[in-house]
């Protein structure tokens, strides 16, 4: 039992200590490779960047060769800087022969973010409906929840803290209508006062049929989204941007990507590599001509434009950023980290395995263990 307990603390020690240099190192270590921030052009048909990495300041280029200043910079991305634009009076009237204005480029220019961390969450399987057909300027926060159980959905009043049975049968009647099985495998919706609308939420049930929920004047609204054969949604999400012109983007199980159009409830395919958002960060600038979209992933980036309307992919750009030089890789023969930023989770994960490290280790407790017995001989031979 002795030896086992020594064994135990010895093998303890030993993470203990891997986790101490993998974390040394990780304070040390120097940055990766350096992304400039980059954008799709509309204006030149290419991708352009700000730089700001130099000692002489920034610098504005494309990838065609050309060198820009920070006015001409601006120019070639209207539908990005368009408000400094406006105030230099240099807004153009039209781009490729479409008529263009502050309005135009503000209601139909958005950014949309997915993170890792969002992905790898736990969710409270309670969610609050808005009405989307408010009267009011501003959206207001209803005063009861809703959750999808097991065989159906309940309301529930949180002033009283009692299910709304009222409200709950009225909207159970119209999912019952529309054939949607329970329990609900994916939800998503964004509940929050600060957007313009509700969109509800999108539903995928237990058949793989996704569905769109709103709340309409106090009544339910329930529309089916056709999906693509073979389509099996893995991620969904509920955009709620000025131009309406969509109601949600969808990934589903083998990564591609397909944005939800309005009012037809039809599926676009985006010709994108396939995702993991598990892994991947994704980030979408888009405007009224193209989207810029960015996968991120381990330091390294894939810029790729699409073409608004029809998500075909125009180019591609990628960046391959060096990985961040850390000591720990000569110093243990893995790293051990218990927290990610894939997630916000207590996850003990071994990585980076190094065989410099492992040699490095060997010859140490090879020397250790040398030692160790010289001296317990030499304690032997004076106890004697």
Known sequence: MKIFFQLLMGVVSALMLIWGLTSLGALLQRGGGYVPFTLYSEVVGEFVSLDNSGEEGSR???????????????????????RQLVMDGRLPDSIHGVAVS??????????????PSSI?????????????????????MPSDVFRLGKKGIEFIDM???????????????????????????????????????DHGYLLLDAGGRLFN????????????????????????????????????????????????TLPDYR??????????????????????????????????ALYTALEAGSLRRVKELRFEASEGSSIAKYLVPFQLSFTSPLHGYFRPEAHHFSWFG???????????????????????????
């Open 120 to 140: 790898n969450c736990h969710v409270t399987p309670l969610y609050f409906l808005l009405e989307s057909m408010s009267k009011r300027v501003y959206l207001e």
């Open 267 to 300: 599926l676009v395919k985006a010709e994108l590599p396939p995702l993991d958002l598990t892994r991947d960060k994704l980030t979408i600038f888009g405007n009224p001509f193209y989207w810029t979209v960015i996968r991120s992933r381990d330091g390294e």
């Open 213 to 260: 929920l709103r709340q309409t004047v106090g009544r339910p609204y329930l529309q089916e989204i056709a999906l693509p054969s073979g389509v099996v949604p893995q991620q969904l999400f509920v955009t709620e941007y000025p131009s309406r012109a969509f109601l949600g983007f969808l990934v589903d199980e083998v990564g591609s990507f397909y944005a939800i």
């Open 60 to 82: 504005y280029y494309d990838y065609a060769g050309r060198e820009y200043t920070e006015s001409e910079f601006d120019s070639v991305l209207p539908s990005f800087y368009y």
């Open 159 to 197: 002033s009283r803290n009692e299910v709304d049975r009222a409200k709950s049968e009225l909207f159970q009647k119209a999912l019952d209508a529309k054939g949607v099985a329970f329990p609900i495998a994916l939800v998503a919706g964004n509940a929050t006062t600060k957007k313009p609308y």
């Open 102 to 115: 502050p309005s135009m480029l503000e209601e139909q220019s958005f950014i949309f973010i997915s993170h």
């Open 358 to 384: 492992l040699l490095l280790w060997l010859v140490v407790g090879g020397v250790w263990v040398a030692v160790a017995r010289s001296v317990g001989r030499r304690c032997a031979l004076g106890y004697r």
